[in-house]
C-alpha cells in the first residue's frame, strides 16, 4: 500500500515526493535533518536514515490521528531486529529512537515519547 493509497492523510503530514524517503511529512528536508543531527552531535549514517524512513512510514500508515507509543516501540524493535533491536537504536540515537528519531524525521512525537522507557534519555 502507498500513502497515495490512504483515503485519510492527517493535517501536516502530507508526504512529498522523494525516491529515498516517500513518506516523508511536506516541508522536511534530509538537509534539514542534517542541520539536526549535527546540532545533537549525530553524524548521520545509513542506519540513521533508515530509522527515519521507517519512522516517516509508520506515520504515513496509521490513519489514527494520535500515534500508539507502545507500538511504534515494538514497531521498530522488530524493524530492526536483526541488527539489535531496540538496544542498537539506541547506540544510534543515545537521546531515544522515539524522540529523537521523530525531531530528525519531521515528525511531533508521540504523547509519552519523553518517558524513559519508551525512547528517551532526555
Known amino acids: 500500500m502507498k500513502v497515495a493509497d490512504l483515503n485519510y492523510q492527517r493535517p501536516g503530514y502530507e508526504t512529498q515526493p522523494n525516491s529515498f524517503f516517500p513518506y516523508a511529512p511536506a516541508g522536511w528536508s534530509q538537509a534539514g535533518a542534517e542541520e539536526i543531527a549535527h546540532s545533537e ?10 530509522l527515519v524512513s521507517a ?4 506515520y504515513a500508515r496509521h490513519d489514527d490521528p494520535t500515534i500508539n ?7 521498530l524493535d522488530e524493524h530492526f531486529h536483526h541488527e539489535g533491536g531496540l538496544k542498537h537504536l539506541y547506540e544510534l540515537l543515545p537521546k531515544g529512537p522515539v524522540t529523537q528519531g521523530c525531531r530528525l524525521a519531521g515528525l511531533q512525537p508521540p504523547a509519552g515519547a519523553q518517558d524513559k522507557g519508551f525512547g528517551s534519555v532526555l
Open 41 to 50: 552531535g549525530l553524524s548521520m549514517t545509513a542506519e540513521h536514515w533508515e
Open 55 to 58: 519512522l516517516q512510514e509508520f
Open 69 to 75: 507509543i507502545r507500538e511504534l516501540h515494538d514497531a
